[in-house]
């Protein structure tokens, strides 16, 4: 059976656009889904050109269900 993944979006915070979507095997716990959060926020800013500190990243929701 498979694990659902989180799915996390990360946002230039000058913009308030979405600038990179990652998704995270659930397998994981907090901490290490933290961690890597944290390696991709990087990225993601080294990519875009911008201060780390200007990228944040949230949990993407599905409320295709919730009606």
């Known amino acids: ?3 659902a ?3 996390y979006r990360f946002i230039n915070s000058n913009t ?3 600038i990179y979507y990652h998704s995270i095997s659930s397998d ?3 901490a290490e889904i933290k961690i890597e959060l ?3 926020k990087a990225q993601v800013a080294s ?3 911008i201060l780390i500190n200007h990228v944040y990243w949230e949990e993407v929701k599905d409320d295709a269900g919730s009606k």
Do not use: P
């Open 38 to 40: 944290e390696k991709v």
């Open 1 to 3: 059976m498979k694990t």
């Open 16 to 18: 308030g656009y979405s």
């Open 28 to 30: 994981k716990d907090i």
């Open 5 to 7: 993944a989180k799915h």
């Open 47 to 49: 990519q875009n050109g």
